[in-house]
């Protein structure tokens, strides 16, 4: 029953993992940030490679670090909310996540002065209720259909460029240029994601996919 009650929980969240395969595109996301160290890294390579991207940020970091948040929108790419504190969602009552998910919008929306519908809940999660209220609250939720693993430790730019597997029309594209609550402290080095990004965007490319924001 509890299995049968995640798998439905996106269908009520009305959560998105991909944007269909009729679509000649694919959106690169980025979790976690802002990070002072790696988000301006992944931001010059995606100038430089012409390339947009959407990231869902989480509002404690926008709150340490608004000068990048207001950059990420500067260069014309998307912004999410990825709660306000991170927290592993399945530890908190209903009310406490939905002043996570109002309150992370809230701190996102402040910042960059314009309404920021897109979500992500952290690590993907979500019950029946949590999916209810995202839902109730407007949030335009966005999960993923390809999770190269650039979050674990020992994430290599070969293993994530490997992850990303059969990338094709649609698909949606987990990445992270920050680390909240890692699985070990090597986890929070983004080197890795910063350097595969290049590989990512030509991969997509020389299969004919535009890098699209989502909306």
Request: charged share 25%; no cysteine.
């Amino acid at each position: 029953m509890r299995l049968r009650a995640r798998r439905l929980a996106p269908r009520v969240a009305a959560a998105r993992r991909s944007m269909g395969d009729t679509n000649t595109a694919v959106a690169l996301t980025f979790d976690d940030g802002p990070d002072p160290d790696f988000t301006p890294q992944v931001l010059d390579v995606l100038a430089e490679l012409k390339a947009t991207a959407t990231f869902f940020v989480v509002g404690a970091r926008a709150e340490r670090h608004p000068e990048i948040v207001r950059r990420i929108v500067a260069q014309g790419h998307q912004l999410g909310s990825h709660s306000y504190a991170h927290p592993d969602l399945w530890t908190l009552s209903l009310p406490e996540a939905i002043d996570e998910y109002r309150q992370g919008r809230r701190t996102i929306e402040s910042i960059a002065e314009r309404p920021v519908p897109l979500f992500r809940p952290p690590k993907g999660s979500m019950n029946l209720a949590q999916a209810a209220a995202m839902r109730m609250l407007g949030l335009h939720t966005w999960l993923w259909s390809v999770d190269p693993g650039d979050w674990r430790p020992d994430a290599t730019v070969e293993s994530i460029i490997g992850g990303i597997g059969d990338l094709g029309p649609g698909d949606v594209v987990l990445l992270h240029d920050a680390i909240e609550r890692p699985i070990e402290p090597e986890a929070t080095d983004r080197s890795a994601t910063v350097a595969a990004v290049p590989a990512v965007v030509a991969t997509a490319r020389s299969r004919g996919l535009e890098l699209v924001a989502l909306w």
